[in-house]
């Protein structure tokens, strides 16, 4: 039989002793005590023992009443009781620096109160949105962004059975081109396999340093120009030597084989030992017939005077009977007389 108490011109209060306990017993069967008015409890501690518990308010407000400018105990967030394990905190926590331009300190921590501030514990999760702007990772200490637990993770930034061929395309598509996201974060592993597959089969065709006036070292290949191969040496943007498959050419001086010549028309070859030192040939000299292959014919076959010192060359023989020549710095020339000859003039003259 239902039963009713109704006070309509007064408040109603219940009081026991000090100390004392108040309990509504709606008897075995978990009945309902209904509150429909605001329920204000002004003790010290509140505890719900119900295993479901339902709340229509969309905003659950803690460290109500807070006074201080941020939350005067440094802390404030939900604590989950883990049984014989240590409890878990998900708060915000005042003293966090903070490390973006213009904001103010203090950040949501997760973590495990095992002594002190405790160990962090992780957030899993498949989607930060920062709203456009930096996310930033790490602002201290010297941690590192890591994909441990993963299985092969730098093997779905880039396949390197394309990169030796060329044929890896960094613009994305799938197309079996040796990417799987032009966005996709490498891992260390990851740069270090993608740069030894490439260096493997593709290699600089260039090296330079400088900006205004290079400095470099190049190939040119005859599969990419149709002009004979080479490898050019340029120093301040001018080329000084270059290596052909039959010859080199450095600095004016061209060497094919056992030959060594100029490579410029009409100029000297000069070689020079500074100081003291001596020119030396440590095998047999030999003077070829002037003019050589490429010398313009001279009348007679011989070259100008020379206007520092002596030129030796070679010709037909004459009444000298050696072929072998000189002109000086006078325009005196002549044919250096053979031993015989020189018996016989002895005599007749």
Do not use: C, W
Not at 27 to 56: F, K, P
Not at 197 to 226: C, H, M, N, P
Not at 319 to 345: A, C, H, P, Q, W
């Amino acid at each position: 039989m239902s039963k009713f108490l109704r006070i309509p011109y007064g408040d109603y209060t219940i009081e026991t002793r000090d100390g004392g306990v108040i309990l509504l017993n709606t008897g075995n069967e978990n009945g309902v005590v209904r509150v429909t008015g605001d329920l204000i409890v002004q003790g010290n501690a509140t505890t719900v023992q119900s295993e479901n518990m339902t709340v229509r308010d969309n905003i659950i407000v803690v460290n109500h009443g807070e006074s201080g400018a941020g939350i005067t105990l440094d802390t404030a967030g939900i604590r989950v009781d883990r049984g014989t394990n240590a409890d878990t905190f998900m708060v915000f926590d005042e003293n966090i620096a903070n490390v973006i331009p213009g904001g103010s300190d203090g950040a949501f921590r997760l973590y495990i109160a095992d002594g002190g501030s405790g160990s962090l514990k992780g957030l899993q999760t498949n989607h930060i949105n920062t709203g456009g702007t930096d996310l930033y990772l790490i602002n201290n200490g010297t941690g590192v962004i890591t994909v441990t637990g993963t299985t092969d993770y730098e093997d779905k930034i880039f396949t390197y059975a394309d990169i030796a061929t060329g044929a890896i395309d960094l613009t994305g598509g799938d197309n079996n081109d040796g990417v799987v996201d032009p966005d996709t974060v490498p891992n260390t592993k990851a740069i270090v396999d993608y740069v030894n597959s490439y260096f493997a089969g593709v290699f600089q065709d260039r090296i330079e340093e400088g900006t205004l006036t290079k400095t470099y070292v190049e190939t040119i290949d005859r599969e990419e120009t149709g002009d004979p191969s080479l490898v050019q040496i340029g120093i301040d943007d001018v080329v000084v030597s270059e290596f052909y498959e039959d010859r080199a050419e450095i600095q004016g001086i061209r060497i094919s084989d056992t030959k060594i010549e100029s490579t410029v028309s009409n100029s000297d070859l000069t070689i020079s030992a500074p100081g003291t030192g001596t020119v030396r040939i440590n095998d047999t000299l030999q003077l070829n017939a002037t003019p050589a292959e490429d010398d313009l014919l001279l009348e007679p076959s011989a070259p100008d005077d020379s206007s520092a010192g002596l030129k030796l060359y070679v010709n037909v023989p004459k009444f000298g009977d050696t072929g072998l020549y000189f002109v000086n710095s006078f325009d005196r020339r002549d044919e250096i007389i053979s031993n015989n000859k020189s018996m016989v003039y002895s005599m007749i003259f």
